[in-house]
């Protein structure tokens, strides 16, 4: 099979590290084809803390995809995500020298080109530029400016922003692992892609991704990003506060949030309780499910009052920016119980849970329709858009190649065929040699000639 044909993207989460190999089918649905998930034993709140434990991480991931998908991994879409994540709207434009000539890429890559050469915060760098909507001379509001005509060429962008030593030691794992990052990408905005439909994007939505390490925020409207933002809490905290409120460890923390675990405190009874088996022969330990969700909804109620101040700094409540499709929550965080419920009521949006339901074809890998594979999947549609990209730029620089030698081939018949043809001098004699009597005819004019005279 040719590295073509597939493409992969590599989530480095707090929690876990998943590399997920894929392609499209032929009715442009994804068709995972493997998948390789790893503990994340060097990644804290977003941020690589650990780059020898990371690079491990990475490669048990990728050696598991590997061997399940069949095909050699090299190069990767990766996730970023982190409390040092930024963003920031910016305009600009540039004056195009021959307005005659209708708008390209080109243009358009030229104008983004001049928008990374911002001026940073110290230590910092820029990872996205978003167009958000475009200006034509005194033309505005314009979605897609290819094929216009103009001399200013104008445009809102949204500027991601991160931490340069951060992106570093992401690049130097994935390099370390034996890999080459074809293109680092915020996690909100892949997991947008997994869930969120085009309708949405348009009526206006919020997605909240509540990993283990960080809450991400994307908000789009009329088809747009507007706002992007990192909260650096997420589901990993609510089990060190299980764990440190109930005094036991983090492994039973765990299995009790997933399992046992609400947001809403009032839902659950006061006399349901669960065993927590003691250590190395101790007494059993029983806990509430009351206590166990008040726990909880203290810090969701937290991080969902983050959200919300995001969404008003956004002026998500405004008439003209209201989220018509409110809130979708995904990632792992999001399978908590009555979440939903909480989120609704904080926010005053409805809210829904994102899955990847409507873009993976195969049965075989229902489990990665969950939320908590949304920005996995995202970052594999990523991946496979980048290879489309490269794809269609190939076909278009053939066809271009295809077309100039037909022309050329076409010129250089033209010309054969005027050589063939009488130059003017020939075509003078051919015309005298055609005005020259024949025998017959001077046969004639000597008999016409000789009665004449005899006259």
Same mark, same amino acid.
């Given at each position: 099979?040719?590295?073509?044909?597939?493409?992969?993207?590599?989530?480095?989460?707090?929690?876990?590290?998943?590399?997920?190999?894929?392609?499209?089918?032929?009715?442009?649905?994804?068709?995972?084809?493997?998948?390789?998930?790893?503990?994340?034993?060097?990644?804290?709140?977003?941020?690589?803390?650990?780059?020898?434990?990371?690079?491990?991480?990475?490669?048990?991931?990728?050696?598991?995809?590997?061997?399940?998908?069949?095909?050699?991994?090299?190069?990767?879409?990766?996730?970023?995500?982190?409390?040092?994540?930024?963003?920031?709207?910016?305009?600009?434009?540039?004056?195009?020298?021959?307005?005659?000539?209708? =708008?390209? @890429?080109?243009?358009? +890559?030229? &104008? !983004?080109?001049?928008?990374?050469?911002? %001026?940073?915060?110290?230590?910092? *760098?820029?990872?996205?530029?978003?167009?958000?909507?475009?200006?034509?001379?005194?033309?505005?509001?314009?979605?897609?400016?290819?094929?216009?005509?103009?001399?200013?060429?104008?445009?809102?962008?949204?500027?991601?922003?991160?931490?340069?030593?951060?992106?570093?030691?992401?690049?130097?794992?994935?390099?370390?692992?034996?890999?080459?990052?074809?293109?680092?990408?915020?996690?909100?905005?892949?997991?947008?892609?997994?869930?969120?439909?085009?309708?949405?994007?348009?009526?206006?939505?919020?997605?909240?991704?509540?990993?283990?390490?960080?809450?991400?925020?994307?908000?789009?409207?009329?088809?747009?990003?507007?706002?992007?933002?990192?909260?650096?809490?997420?589901?990993?905290?609510?089990?060190?506060?299980?764990?440190?409120?109930?005094? =036991?460890? @983090?492994?039973?923390? +765990?299995? &009790? !949030?997933?399992?046992?675990?609400?947001? %809403?405190?009032?839902?659950?009874? *006061?006399?349901?309780?669960?065993?927590?088996?003691?250590?190395?022969?101790?007494?059993?330990?029983?806990?509430?499910?009351?206590?166990?969700?008040?726990?909880?909804?203290?810090?969701?109620?937290?991080?969902?009052?983050?959200?919300?101040?995001?969404?008003?700094?956004?002026?998500?409540?405004?008439?003209?920016?209201?989220?018509?499709?409110?809130?979708?929550?995904?990632?792992?965080?999001?399978?908590?119980?009555?979440?939903?419920?909480?989120?609704?009521?904080?926010?005053?949006?409805?809210?829904?849970?994102?899955?990847?339901?409507?873009?993976?074809?195969?049965?075989?890998?229902?489990?990665?329709?969950?939320?908590?594979?949304?920005?996995?999947?995202?970052?594999?549609?990523?991946?496979?858009?980048?290879?489309?990209?490269?794809?269609?730029?190939?076909?278009?620089?053939?066809?271009?190649?295809?077309?100039?030698?037909?022309?050329?081939?076409?010129?250089?018949?033209?010309?054969?065929?005027?050589?063939?043809?009488?130059?003017?001098?020939?075509?003078?004699?051919?015309?005298?040699?055609?005005?020259?009597?024949?025998?017959?005819?001077?046969?004639?004019?000597?008999?016409?000639?000789?009665?004449?005279?005899?006259?």
């Amino acid at each position: 099979m040719e590295s073509q044909e597939y493409s992969v993207g590599l989530d480095i989460g707090t929690t876990k590290i998943v590399a997920i190999v894929g392609r499209r089918n032929q009715y442009g649905k994804i068709e995972v084809m493997g998948v390789g998930v790893a503990p994340s034993l060097g990644v804290h709140k977003g941020i690589v803390n650990n780059i020898a434990q990371t690079i491990n991480s990475i490669k048990t991931a990728v050696s598991e995809a590997q061997k399940s998908a069949g095909v050699p991994i090299t190069k990767v879409t990766v996730g970023i995500a982190g409390k040092h994540i930024r963003s920031l709207q910016h305009s600009d434009y540039i004056m195009r020298e021959n307005p005659d000539q209708y =708008i390209t @890429e080109e243009d358009i +890559e030229e &104008l !983004k080109n001049q928008v990374k050469k911002l %001026v940073m915060l110290p230590g910092e *760098e820029i990872i996205h530029v978003l167009p958000q909507e475009y200006k034509v001379d005194s033309e505005g509001e314009i979605q897609e400016p290819i094929g216009m005509h103009g001399k200013r060429l104008e445009a809102n962008f949204h500027v991601v922003v991160g931490q340069m030593s951060s992106i570093k030691n992401i690049s130097r794992c994935v390099k370390e692992a034996g890999l080459e990052m074809e293109s680092l990408t915020l996690e909100p905005l892949a997991s947008s892609e997994a869930v969120l439909t085009k309708e949405e994007k348009e009526a206006g939505v919020a997605i909240v991704d509540i990993g283990g390490g960080t809450t991400d925020i994307a908000i789009f409207k009329d088809n747009i990003i507007r706002h992007t933002c990192v909260i650096p809490y997420g589901g990993g905290i609510i089990t060190e506060d299980i764990k440190d409120g109930c005094s =036991i460890i @983090e492994k039973h923390a +765990e299995q &009790l !949030k997933v399992r046992f675990g609400s947001a %809403v405190p009032e839902l659950e009874k *006061e006399s349901t309780f669960v065993t927590i088996p003691g250590l190395h022969g101790r007494t059993e330990k029983e806990i509430s499910l009351k206590t166990l969700a008040k726990i909880i909804h203290a810090r969701v109620e937290e991080i969902l009052e983050m959200v919300n101040t995001e969404l008003k700094a956004y002026g998500a409540h405004e008439k003209k920016r209201k989220l018509i499709a409110g809130i979708v929550l995904t990632g792992g965080g999001s399978n908590l119980k009555h979440l939903r419920q909480l989120a609704n009521y904080i926010t005053g949006f409805d809210s829904r849970i994102g899955y990847a339901n409507e873009y993976i074809s195969n049965d075989k890998n229902q489990h990665l329709k969950s939320p908590e594979f949304a920005t996995s999947i995202g970052l594999l549609m990523e991946s496979l858009s980048i290879r489309d990209k490269k794809t269609n730029s190939l076909v278009q620089e053939e066809v271009s190649v295809s077309s100039q030698t037909v022309s050329d081939e076409t010129n250089q018949e033209d010309k054969i065929l005027d050589s063939d043809k009488p130059t003017h001098n020939e075509t003078v004699v051919q015309q005298n040699a055609s005005k020259k009597p024949t025998i017959g005819q001077n046969i004639l004019e000597k008999i016409k000639k000789f009665f004449e005279e005899s006259e």
